[in-house]
């Protein structure tokens, strides 16, 4: 599975900004999507998760009423829209793809697409 991902740019605090990730998967809606975002010197961190039909989507405390995640399984396609940003969003985005899950440690999920920088200013 090759991941794609694309959206990332300059936006102010308070501003949003929506990611894109396509995956080349033929059977895209039975892979769980996430996306983890990793800040300069630290770890990657879990973002959102959502599994491949009508299942829950799973969200991080620090971005929850935030940011959502949603699907679009006809384009193999995954969003993330990110609303009221602050400074500490800024990161490399990665979309990442699993047979199995959702899980929220980044090391469970075998598929990453190349990142994608959000920078916040405030």
């Known amino acids: 599975v090759q991941l794609q991902a694309s959206g990332g740019g300059l936006v102010q605090a308070g501003g949003s900004l929506m990611l894109s990730c396509t995956a080349s998967a033929r059977t895209f809606n039975s892979y769980v999507m996430a996306w983890f975002r990793q800040a300069p010197g630290k770890a990657r961190m879990f973002v959102a998760a959502r599994g491949g039909r009508r299942d829950s989507t799973y969200y991080a405390e620090s971005v929850k009423g935030r940011f959502s995640m949603s699907r679009d399984n006809a384009s193999n396609t995954i969003y993330l829209q990110m609303n009221s940003l602050k400074s500490e969003d800024t990161a490399v985005y990665y979309c990442?793809?699993?047979?199995?899950?959702?899980?929220?440690?980044?090391?469970?999920?075998?598929?990453w697409g190349q990142g994608t920088l959000v920078t916040v200013s405030s």
């Open positions: 990442a793809a699993d047979e199995d899950g959702p899980y929220s440690i980044a090391t469970m999920y075998r598929y």
